[in-house]
Structure formats: C-alpha cells, structure tokens
C-alpha cells in the first residue's frame, strides 16, 4: 500500500453483475483491504493473500504448542530410555506435524499424503 500524503483523483468506472460486485468486495475483506484497494493491486499485479480464520490461528498456536510439550516428554523419555513411551511420542510429535502443515497448507517431505495429494503453495 502506498503511504503517499497525496490523495489519488482519477477514478475507473466498473461495469459488474451483482454477483461480480459480491464476490469482489467478498474477496478485499477476506485480505483486509478496501474493493479499491483490491481492485487496483490485482490490476497492478500485486499478490494478495486471504487472513487466516481466528480458528486457524488458534489451531497452529495450539499445535505448537502441543509439539513443544511433546519435545519435552520426548527429551524426559530418553532419559528413562523408555522405548515404549518414546515410540508413542514420537508418533503423537508425527500427527502434530501434519496438523501443522495442513494449518500452514505445506507438505511435509516424505509423507503418504504428498504423492496422493499434493498441496499447491499460491
């Protein structure tokens, strides 16, 4: 976004369907922006990404969260040199890591799911 103290003053007159208005103005709220703004950085070529749901940040805070006390079980298991308890947290350390990812939308090298469906990064 320009921080310029000048104001714009030419202005493009947009012939639309309601429903091309909706889905407009649907789209610069969902990155934050106004339909102005929106509008003038998809003609200018500028890359906008949607906010992430309140839920979705919760869910990644959550997660990380989840993996740093499963690290610290991990670390207190090999001090006991606990295999079972060890085999079992490393596993529940695996599912955090693909909760993570899919909250993230990334694939994690090496999982089944990357040849079934690969995931495209925009």
């Known amino acids: 976004m320009v921080s310029n103290p000048i104001k714009r003053t030419k ?3 947009v012939y639309l369907f309601e429903e091309e208005k909706i889905t ?3 789209k610069a709220i969902a990155t934050g922006v106004t339909a102005s703004e929106y509008l003038r950085s998809c003609g200018l070529r500028r890359v906008l990404t949607t906010k992430p749901s309140a839920d979705l940040i919760t869910i990644r805070a959550t997660a990380g969260n ?3 006390e499963l690290m610290m079980l991990s670390h207190l298991a090999k001090e006991t040199n606990n295999q079972q308890i060890i085999n ?17 939308n990334i694939e994690i090298p090496g999982s089944k799911q990357d ?8």
């Open 115 to 122: 040849a079934e469906n690969p995931v495209h990064n925009q």
């Open 88 to 104: 079992q947290v490393e596993m529940a350390i695996a599912l955090v890591d693909k909760t993570i990812a899919a909250a993230f």
């Open 24 to 26: 407009i103005e649907e």
């Open 11 to 13: 202005s493009i007159k």
């Open 66 to 68: 989840l993996k740093s």
